[in-house]
């Protein structure tokens, strides 16, 4: 029983951290069409920034502080990029602006060296405690994870189908061109969504980051993960996101058990066996 | 007159003639950069002969690359899988089943082209984007399964060892031979680009339901695409060794294969000589700046944020002119197809 | 206009290349930033070269190993030079890519002329280093890769090892639990990325348990990938098998995220893990440290209380601001190595290198080191040590081992010459 539990709340944990870093990702794709290589980027900046914060501020409170700020900083860098890059680059083949974005991760990899340096940094939970459930032990600041994972989807269920601005972003993925015909202003939406999807990425590094260990080289791992559940998930789709964390997660924790020579091997395959049965992910919109 | 009557009548005599000049200034600006490179290493440093041996390997691995990329508007994030292939064949051929360099060399591209028909027929179900993202998990995949079969690969560690023959260890031979297989596959990468199945791969990526519609299978079309393009670029994977003396697992990754994409952007993807010219700039430019400069990363990323805002068709591109988007006639897209494949530099 | 975009587009090509090697040639000769001049011959300077990862995960192995080989060229520079000429460093990034490292290893030795490379941190770029080096007769000295298949496999005299390879420091690890033991039964999970480092220090974690007749039961073994973001599934499983001892080998950054979420998980209080908390993983951890867990490390500078460490503890905190790490430690005494053997042998060739240092004792910071003549290995120990409870001091929080740590001899925990003439052939 015990092994139960903790199987499920490390397979809800992991979903949670892999739904948080993937739903900023799959909103920009849906809407802006545009593969975000820097995803990752922003989401270790977010981290970063967090530690920092939270090591000056200290104490729980700081942490909150620290997280919220981070996120909000985020944003604001992902809104700079859009504006001054990306925007330019909005006509021309999808490949340019992946290319754009792939030059980011670059730059933001050594500016991240150059502010914080190479040596890796360590946060302290907020809630350090951990509850014994049927034998066996889950800490808290997992809860709080999955908890942060919930509202966010919540977040997003409610501004994407009872806001305008998410009717909007949703038509911008269905079908931009009558969206542009209706009279909105497509350049504003489409930064809102990046500076989104940026806020969400930096949300998601600041949040994860007592879990892990911060430093260079937190870029690089977390974009593969995320690409992945959202692919499977199909592009622009929230409820994807969520159901491709969700299944990702199950696999990764299953295969660790049953078959651990293969576990890493395992979220590759299941990304190529849904794309082989449905090439366009389990929500997403067949290419237009 | 129509419209489509004008573009027709005018041009024709005066493009028979610009086809044949331009057609000779192309022969002989070809011959004279083949010389300048084949006398290149009794002139420069040797440092830049090191670099030279890297751009063989790696332009032939863009242009095979680029047949998907720019020729069939596939984006494949994949390629590196093929390059990988390419190189662990050589070196788990000698190792494991003893066989010499040359063998392993010949096998290479066979490999690549036998793993690229089931890769090929999953992933070309996908279109565009999910399409790019699924040849990336291939690429991932295969990183991953090499890295942890550490028995028969040699997992992180890869496969260092005298694989390559000891007079190819001179930088001066090494860069000769691999100079000499670069245009011999170059040459036939460029029949492949000018042939009708070239032609067909171009007209495929501008509209492929119009290309569905005459009657040729799309599907069909890219997947042999696909396995022509995984040949060349395990040959590639190969000619690095020679460079490299051994393989290593990040050869699948997915850096890897950006690099071709890089590459071929940079120098101009819809044309052949582009992803060349983009090795030339990348390879030169990264190998000098890891030296001499600490922040290369932000330099790299800012150069080719650079390029990729101020040159939008690549270096060498054949510019797809603004009126001319989305629409095509066949006056136009004989020029621009005549353009690309007969003006100068190609 | 399309063929004039066309002539411009192939000019700006052209001109970046140009740029470039131009770029390539007169830095090489003038020097610049972390730039070679030419040595080893003309002018009153010689030129040492390493080529090692400063960027990406494990970059501040790579830094902090660089700044232990620069600070030992700055003190030989200080003390009058080596044979009458100033020793210069050029290094450069391999971002962990062997193709790279080759590349810039070549460059070194042919257009810096360096006459001696110190490896990188990744040994699969170390492996690929070593096959440029050998071809040209230059002396390799590795103080932070240490697999063994560098002094086996592809081994050659101009090869030496400064760091305990990947069999001795399991070896140590075991030899300390065997001696609290002291024969009571014993029951043991393991825990390593799955690479051949991780399997490799695990099996021989395995094998020397086996060879001190320790009575032990394998209860679990884990091994998830490099780097894995989230390892909840497998502390699971560990914790479910209820182990006394969890031997684990990862290091760094991901030695850190275990820490923390196994502390989460309350892993610490029921079981004892020994792993590499060297300085770097404690001082990022700082109080999160686990007091009680093992630690081994290669090169520990605080077990060390000679004045001779003392004081380059301080030249090194004084120069970087932080204490030195084991790999910058290691690095330096390879570089005394070298210069040791350069200074005896009167001669900067990597044969006279070689000859003088194979079987040599060396005077370095961490004492006398002996270097093996059949593999040179250096003779060095490995040291394991219980992470304390208590900080440095008021203002750095890092937790260090209690002391006395248990020091693990060499002859003890390294294979035999003839184990190791075995594996080269």
Redesign the interface.
Known sequence: MDTFVTETVSILTNAAILFIVSAGLTLVFGALRLINMAHGSLFMIGALLAASLASALGGAWGFCVAVLVAAVAVAALGTGVEVVVLRRLHQREPLAQLLATFAFVLVFADLAQRVWGSSDRSVTAPVAGRLHLAGATVPEYNLVVIGIAGLVALGLWLLLARTATGWRVRAAVEDPESLAAGGTNLPLLRTSVFALGAGLAGLAGAAIAPLESIGPGLDTQIIVAAFIVTVAGGLGSVLGAALGALVIATVESLGTLWVPAYASSAPYLVMILVLAVRPWGLFGVPER | MTALDETHSTPAPTLGRAVRRSTLIRAVSVLVVLAALAAAPYV?????I??LE?IAAFAVFAVAANLL?GQAGL?SFGQGVFFGLGAYTVTLGWEHAHWSFWLGFALAPVLGAVAAVPIGL?AL??????F???T???S??FY??V??N?DFT?????V???VVPAWM?N?VNGYLTLLGIAVAALAVLRWIYASNFGLLLRASRENRARIQALGTSVYRLHLLAFVVSGAFCALAGAM?VI????S???LFD?TTS?QA??AS?I???YTFIGPV?GT??YQ??H??L?????????V???V??LV??V??D??????R?SGRRGGATRGVELDSAT?GSG???E | MVTKSKWIGMAVAIALCGAATGCAGSAAGAGSSGGGSSGGGGGGSVTIGESTTLSGSIASLGQTGLQGVQLAAADINAAGGLLGKQVKVVSADDAATPATGVSNVRTMLEADHAVAVFGPVASSVAAAEEQVTNAQHIPIFFHTSNDIGLTTATYSKYVFQDVPNTVMEPRAAADYLAQQLEGKPVTIATFAPNYSFGRDTVTGFVQALKAEKVNYTLVKQEFPPLGATDISSYLAAIEAAHPQYVFNAQYGGDLVAFTKEAASYGLFAKTKVIAMYDYSVLQTLGSAAPAGAIGFDRAPYWTYDTSTMNDFVAKFRAKYGDAPSEWAILGYAAVQHWAWAVHKSGSFSGDAVSAALSGASVPTILGDQQIRSCDHQTELSEYVGAVSAKPVSSTDPTHLWTSPAFEAPFDQIAYSCAQMQALQK
């Open positions: 420069v440093s040797v440092t830049v090191l670099t890297e990329i984006i999953v179900r996908a279109r565009t984007l999910y790019a993202l699924i990336l998990a291939f991932e995949l991953q399964l890295e942890q550490t040699g997992g992180a560690n890869g260092f060892a005298p260890e930088p690095l460079y490299n003396q051994g290593n697992a990040e997915w950006g994409v890089i952007v120098g101009g993807m010219a030339f700039v030169f430019g190998d000098n890891v030296r001499y400069v600490p922040d290369w990363q932000l790299l990323g800012a080719l944020l990729v805002l040159r939008p690549g270096l060498v591109g054949a510019l002119l353009e003006a100068t530099g």
